[in-house]
């Protein structure tokens, strides 16, 4: 029974919300729709930072993401994808981090595929320097579609502390491609850098999947 | 350095987002405008649990909260309140708990002052078995105000696991209120089942004060 008076010795653990999944196009609710995302018609990359595992670019622009309104806070990347779909993983994960007012957060994830470089990406790269934090001044006109499909569910950071309080807009159709040069020189920076799927448990994932 | 090749050793710890908290009337972001909360006309309690530490009842019912959609699932009780407002304590709160399509939590919290004993509560009161879980029809048609004021921000569950993924929606101004009978009543089956209030740290709390 939960003691009031030794509130102390309450155990604090995490639950079974962890990110990334495995997610599935079949076994999910679907829906005959887009997700419910409109973001600016640029977001502002300002600052740039060799974050170790990753770079990490903090920056400005505005979001509506499911009738909410969220303020872009930063973005980074991992190769390969952290989240599988039906087991498949893309090579390149851009991750957008949104905040609402009162602090909730929403990662925008975009998977991506080899095709074309992509220029912004390619500034990125091009502006790195290595143990070091640098201004910058870069546009994302074109990394969230205006016509989204993918996934909505509720997660965690993928990176420690791994805390629990995370909504995943997981976008499988972008609009950009990342080059084979342009993961090769991730992969040769910073290596492998993807958090292992974690258990589903009882979430229910919604799957937005216009016809 | 993060280290990916030894995940399972990553730190795993809570954040600074816990609940309850001491609400101010002063430092907050205030908002000329009501809380955005609507509720059926009413919600339906099917089944009432001595959970040891307070009663708990499961039911059915749907808001919109903040623009978006929302199961109602359980209501409990805590002698006294367990948010403050302007450091004052409340002899009652009543916690509305509500999750979305992908299990998002918010919790409306009511803020109850002595005065009338309210029907609901003395129903049930009066369903109340020691150790048992039995079905009860109990509607709350009142409880939840059209024009809400009070509070918004992100915090915790206020009892072990105190997972820090909890929307908060605390109301100051219910129609209800309970009677000084009913308050001695919760305190003698459970005593005191408040947790104490926690660091507000660096969170941005929103204030609904239309005037």
Redesign the interface.
């Known amino acids: 029974?939960?003691n009031?008076n030794d509130?102390k010795n309450?155990?604090?653990?995490?639950?079974n919300?962890q990110s990334p999944i495995n997610l599935s196009t079949n076994d999910n609710?679907a829906f005959n729709d887009f997700l419910p995302i409109n973001v600016d018609d640029f977001y502002q990359l300002n600052n740039e930072i060799d974050d170790?595992?990753t770079i990490r670019l903090t920056g400005m622009g505005n979001a509506t993401i499911?009738?909410?309104e969220f303020a872009f806070q930063q973005v980074h990347f991992h190769t390969p994808a952290e989240h599988l779909v039906d087991n498949q993983q893309a090579p390149f994960e851009i991750h957008l981090v949104h905040k609402d007012?009162?602090?909730?957060t929403v990662v925008v994830a975009l998977l991506l595929k080899i095709g074309n470089a992509n220029s912004a990406i390619q500034e990125i790269i091009n502006n790195f320097k290595v143990g070091a934090e640098n201004n910058v001044s870069i546009k994302l006109s074109e990394w969230v579609p205006n016509l989204a499909k993918g996934f909505?569910?509720?997660g965690s950071l993928t990176?420690?502390?791994?805390?629990?309080?995370v909504?995943w807009v997981v976008i499988t159709n972008p609009e950009i491609t990342v080059s084979q040069n342009q993961v090769n020189w991730f992969m040769q920076q910073f290596?492998?850098?993807?958090?292992?799927c974690q258990p589903l448990n009882?979430?229910?994932?919604?799957y937005y999947a216009n016809k």
């Open positions: 029974m939960l009031y509130q309450w155990p604090n653990n995490f639950g919300l609710q170790q595992t499911f009738n909410r007012n009162i602090g909730q909505h569910y509720a990176t420690p502390p791994l805390t629990e309080n909504e290596g492998g850098n993807n958090r292992e009882e979430r229910n994932i919604e």
